[in-house]
Every structure is written in C-alpha cells, then in structure tokens.
C-alpha cells in the first residue's frame, strides 16, 4: 500500500554559502515545485541577499554571484513568507536533513515555527527495490530514471528533478 497519499506536497531545495549555519552560512536561494494530485504543479525560486558575500567556490557550483543577490530580498522579508505558504504541508527533498538544518535554524533565528513534516527522497531511494544507482546523489538518480535536471544546484530546476524522481519512485517504496 502506498503511503504517499496526500494531495498535495511541496518540494523544496536550498542553494546555501556553504555547509553549516551554526558557523554562519546562510541560504541565498530557496525553490519551490508543487505537486498536485501527482502532477507537477508551480514551479520557482528566489534569490535571497545573504548578509555576508558568496564564496567563489559557491558561485562555481551554483552559478549565483554576489551581483545577482545585490538587490534580493533578505531572508528576513522571504522566509516568513516562506513559512506561511508551507503551512502544514509536507515538504519533500532531496537531502531533507541539510536542507531543514538550514531551514529550521533560521526560522528558530525569525521566531517561526520549524518544518517537521517532510520526505526525503535520498531516504526513499534506499528502499527503492529497482534503484541500481551507484550512488543516492541527485544527478546519479535523474540520471537512472531518465530526469533531466537542466540547471543543476539551482533551487527551481534540482526541485523539479526531485518531483520527478518523487513521483517515480514512491509507489516502489515500502
């Protein structure tokens, strides 16, 4: 029996600093893809201007520079935001457990309620029976199921490769 059954999910992914916000790294883009009724729904991002700069081994990876967050919003004015459209949906992700490190330290730091409620599709990989991937990687697993995630690390395109992967392998996993 499949237990993925609510209505809608919103999946979610983080492009951060670097790895720790107990040492100061700080989110400079969260993405959002909606999944309705097993359809893929709304999908974006936003840059957010983080207080410090972006290392240059950050905008290596992700492709975000000091210049394209200048003028963003602080995750002061989004993450509020933020929180209220979540609601008590569940979230999924692809590595929840660094991306709800970041997501519940800052909404500690903001006074808001922290996200609990989540799937975690790394997880669901290693219960997957017919996943031969070599590793649980994101890129690893498109690249199995046929996914193409166009932008890699960044926010709006790895949450639409995680809807996608969600939704072909949550009737696999028991």
């Known amino acids: 029996m499949n237990k993925y059954t609510d209505d809608k999910y919103i999946v979610v992914d983080l492009e951060t600093t670097g790895l720790d916000p107990f040492s100061g790294c700080e989110i400079i883009e ?10 893929i729904g709304r999908n974006y991002s936003r840059l957010i201007k ?3 700069i972006i290392p240059s081994h950050i905008t290596s990876i992700t492709s975000i520079s000091n210049d394209m967050v200048k003028d963003a919003e602080n995750l002061e004015t989004v993450l509020p935001n933020f929180r209220k459209y ?11 457990k660094f991306d709800l490190k970041f997501l519940n ?10 996200i ?36 890699a690390h960044r926010a709006n395109s790895d949450t639409l490769a995680t809807a996608k992967l ?3 392998i949550k009737d696999e996993v028991e």
Do not use: R, W
Not at 86 to 96: C, M, R, Y
Not at 105 to 114: A, K, M, Q, S, W
């Open 86 to 96: 979540v609601g008590d949906t569940t979230i999924i992700a692809h590595n929840a």
């Open 50 to 52: 983080p207080k410090g």
């Open 30 to 39: 969260i993405g959002i893809t909606e999944i309705v009724n097993n359809q």
């Open 116 to 151: 609990n409620n989540h799937i975690c599709t790394l997880e669901m990989l290693k219960k997957c029976k017919s996943y031969k991937g070599k590793n649980k990687k994101l890129a690893t697993a498109c690249e199995y199921y046929n996914i193409v995630n166009e932008h």
């Open 166 to 168: 969600f939704l072909a």
């Open 105 to 114: 330290y800052y909404l500690d730091l903001l006074g808001l309620e922290p």
